[in-house]
Each structure stands twice: as structure tokens, then as C-alpha cells.
């Protein structure tokens, strides 16, 4: 991942928390004195929950930046490093918890820095390789015991955000794909709920999320969503990161039925349209062309 000394954060969200350097310096002499001194640059390009910096040579300082990812801090500190020891691939692993403080309103995270560059900088190499990884660290969250865990809010039925979806749909009305969009997303809809116990997920497996090093997938970034439910919204990735040749060689070894594949399907045009509708190419535009591709592989194939 890039980090940029100086740089400031572009804003995304109307109602946001200003966070820069400055502020970070602040909060680690206050909270965590022993790296107060080391190099901290932000992390770019940034995320749209969280800003992220990077602190020294192997750690990173996460902290909301809008109210809806307040409570990741403290659920990652909790339930990520349970998880981490089970998994396939490397996850940035919360070292100390930050408190509110500095005119700072929530809790934040110092985590392990993952070393290598994320997939839409560095592609892996093999895709098959790529599909083969992503469903062992898919499979390896869904083997976890769920008991006590938090739903995940990519988890949920689909029909608990329908509403949000058709506004957008409707946002994007002059776009000569929506009404094919509208389609699939009822089409989606239809399918079957999930009817088995929920089960762990990641719920934004997508190349942004991804991170290679030496041409091999070695990590998963953004792990604040993380929660149990549909795993519909893990086998999302099948549009969102692979190619058309792959996704099948993904879904067996997942053992992915007809109505996970629709709901999944959903989920992408779901995330797709309410992320487009919402965002620009001036505040986000790693993830507005991403969503856009999404929508072409969702559109080109079923």
C-alpha cells in the first residue's frame, strides 16, 4: 500500500471527522507514547470507513471517519484476533485499542501493517491461483464457530436492503444499464434465503481488499465488517475479483448452490448502484470505476 508524507485526506462523506496527521500525532503521545515517535504518513488511496496511517515500519493506525464504522474498532479488537489464527491469509490483526480523545470522537486501532501492495496495484499472477486462494480463506471464516459472534451487515436478506437499492436505481435512472440492473437485482430477490445456521464473513472481499506480494494473494485488508450470516455477500467476489474463467473453479470449491449464486449476484449490484449513487469521482474513485467493472461482469455474465 502507498503512503504519501504530507498528503491530506480528501473528504467523502458530507458529515465526516477531519483526521489527519496532526491529530494521529496527538492521540499516540496522549494514549501510546512509546510510538509517538515513529514515521506516521496516511495511507492512500484512502478508505472510505476508515483513515488509515501507516506507523513505522509494521504497524497502522485505523480510526473512523464517519459515524456508521464507529463500532468497528471495538469489534475488530474483539474479534478479529480470535479469528486470525484460523485463517488462510494474513489479516491486519488490532496490537492496542485508542480511546476517544484530542477532540477525537470514538475508539480507533493500532493493527499490524500487512506488507505488499494491494491486487488493483500489483495483480496476481495466476488467476486460478487467485480463485483458489480467495475460497480457502472464504471456507477457512466459514469453518469458525459462530457462537456469540455479531451479525454482519452484508449478511443480512437482501429484501432488508431493497429500498436503499431501488432509490439508486432510480439515482441512476438516466444510465442506459439500469434497467438490466433492475433485472438482476430482482431476479436476485427472488432467489431462496439462506436457510442453514449463519456463518463468518468478510462481506467486502473485492481487489481494494486484497493484498499480493511476490505476484501470490498474502493478505485481506478491512476486516471491520466482518460478522456472521448469508454467505452470499463472500461469494460476491466471484464478479468483484476474478475473472469469467475462474469463477466456476471458485464456486465449486465453495460448494456454492443456485440461490447463494443469485443472492451473490444481488449483493454486487446491490453494493454496486448505492455506492455509485452516493459517491463521485472526485471524492472516491477507486471505488466508483471498480463498481462500474463490477456491473459490466454482472451484466456479461450470470
Known amino acids: 500500500m502507498r503512503t504519501t508524507a504530507g498528503a491530506a485526506l480528501a473528504k467523502m462523506h458530507e458529515n465526516e471527522v477531519e483526521v489527519d496527521v496532526v491529530l494521529v500525532r496527538r492521540l499516540l503521545e496522549a494514549q501510546f507514547p512509546d510510538w509517538a515517535e515513529l514515521e506516521l504518513h496516511p495511507v492512500h488511496p484512502a478508505g472510505t470507513d476508515n483513515a488509515i496511517f501507516r506507523l513505522g515500519e509494521g504497524m497502522a493506525v485505523r480510526l473512523p471517519r464517519i459515524h456508521w464504522a464507529a463500532g468497528q474498532p471495538a469489534k475488530?479488537?474483539?474479534?478479529?484476533?480470535?479469528?486470525?489464527?484460523?485463517?488462510?491469509?494474513?489479516?491486519?490483526v488490532p496490537l492496542a485499542e485508542g480511546m476517544?480523545?484530542?477532540?477525537?470522537?470514538?475508539h480507533w486501532t493500532v493493527c499490524r501493517w500487512l506488507h505488499g501492495e494491494t491486487a488493483l496495484a500489483d495483480p496476481v499472477a495466476d488467476a486460478r491461483q487467485l480463485a483458489s486462494n480467495l475460497a480457502?480463506?472464504?471456507?477457512?471464516?466459514?469453518?469458525?464457530?459462530?457462537?456469540g459472534a455479531p451479525p454482519a451487515r452484508r449478511g443480512r436478506p437482501l429484501d432488508t436492503?431493497?429500498?436503499?437499492?431501488?432509490?439508486s436505481l432510480d439515482a441512476l435512472a438516466d444510465d442506459p444499464e439500469t434497467p438490466a440492473l433492475t433485472d438482476a437485482w430482482e431476479e436476485a430477490l427472488a432467489a431462496p434465503v439462506w436457510g442453514a445456521p449463519p456463518?463468518?464473513?468478510?462481506?467486502?472481499?473485492?481487489?481494494?481488499?486484497?493484498?499480493?506480494?511476490?505476484?501470490?494473494?498474502?493478505?485481506v485488508l478491512d476486516v471491520g465488517g466482518v460478522g456472521i450470516g448469508d454467505p452470499a455477500c463472500d461469494v460476491a467476489a466471484a464478479w468483484k475479483v476474478l475473472p469469467v474463467t475462474e469463477r466456476g473453479a471458485f464456486r465449486a470449491a465453495l460448494d456454492v448452490?443456485?440461490?447463494?449464486?443469485?443472492?451473490?449476484r444481488g449483493w454486487v449490484v446491490s453494493q454496486s448502484v448505492n455506492a455509485l449513487a452516493y459517491y463521485t469521482l472526485e471524492n472516491n474513485a477507486v471505488?466508483?470505476?471498480?463498481?462500474?467493472?463490477?456491473?459490466?461482469?454482472?451484466l456479461a455474465s450470470g
Open 100 to 106: 476517544p480523545g484530542e477532540g477525537y470522537p470514538w
Open 257 to 264: 448452490d443456485d440461490a447463494t449464486w443469485a443472492r451473490a
Open 287 to 298: 471505488l466508483v470505476l471498480e463498481c462500474r467493472r463490477w456491473l459490466t461482469e454482472v
Open 199 to 219: 456463518v463468518w464473513t468478510h462481506g467486502d472481499l473485492d481487489l481494494r481488499n486484497l493484498v499480493v506480494r511476490g505476484g501470490r494473494l498474502t493478505g
Open 136 to 147: 480457502g480463506f472464504v471456507e477457512a471464516l466459514q469453518r469458525i464457530d459462530p457462537s
Open 76 to 92: 475488530e479488537f474483539e474479534w478479529v484476533r480470535r479469528l486470525a489464527p484460523y485463517l488462510t491469509l494474513e489479516v491486519p
Open 161 to 167: 436492503v431493497d429500498e436503499m437499492t431501488r432509490s
